[in-house]
């Protein structure tokens, strides 16, 4: 273990919330980087279940946060839905973060397209393919990558 204590449950505590005023983690993140710290697993557990009892830790509130920051960083849906997956964030509460941003996503596209390629037409196949990948890249599904390569076209 690497802090000592006669507790061992206070040790795994005061490391979980050094960790939680730095930024919200999900669950699974937070359980993840305590186990590398080499803490008990029973501990880890309690610890987790009391720091949702107080409503430090929730999956719901970090979804939330996460979903606007993609969305300022001009993230695609399906990007963001796989980043909340991989940190642990049930599909519930990624589809309530996202519906409660209310996005327009295909804005969203025309405007990640258009501060990456600008207002130059798209000259052959293989500049729309390189557009493409970089807008599916970015988390867009066919129709927002169909939409904001379209409305460039006008």
Not at 43 to 60: P, S, V, Y
Request: charged fraction near 35%; charge should be neutral.
């Amino acid at each position: 273990m690497l802090f000592e204590s006669s507790n061992p449950d206070q040790a795994v505590w005061d490391c979980a919330l050094r960790l939680l005023s730095r930024r919200d983690h999900s669950r699974r993140e937070l359980e993840q980087k305590l186990h590398q710290r080499q803490f008990d697993e029973s501990a880890i557990a309690r610890t987790l279940d009391r720091l949702e009892q107080q409503q430090w830790l929730q999956d719901a509130r970090f979804a939330q946060v996460q979903v606007r920051q993609h969305i300022y960083k001009k993230h695609g849906p399906q990007r963001i839905r796989a980043e909340l997956q991989r940190k642990g964030v049930s599909a519930e509460e990624i589809a309530a973060a996202l519906e409660e941003q209310d996005t327009d996503w295909f804005e969203l596209a025309r405007e990640c397209h258009l501060a990456r390629f600008g207002e130059a037409p798209v000259t052959d196949f293989k500049e729309r393919a390189r557009r493409m990948r970089y807008l599916q890249a970015r988390g867009f599904g066919p129709d927002h990558i169909r939409y904001a390569l379209e409305s460039g076209d006008e």
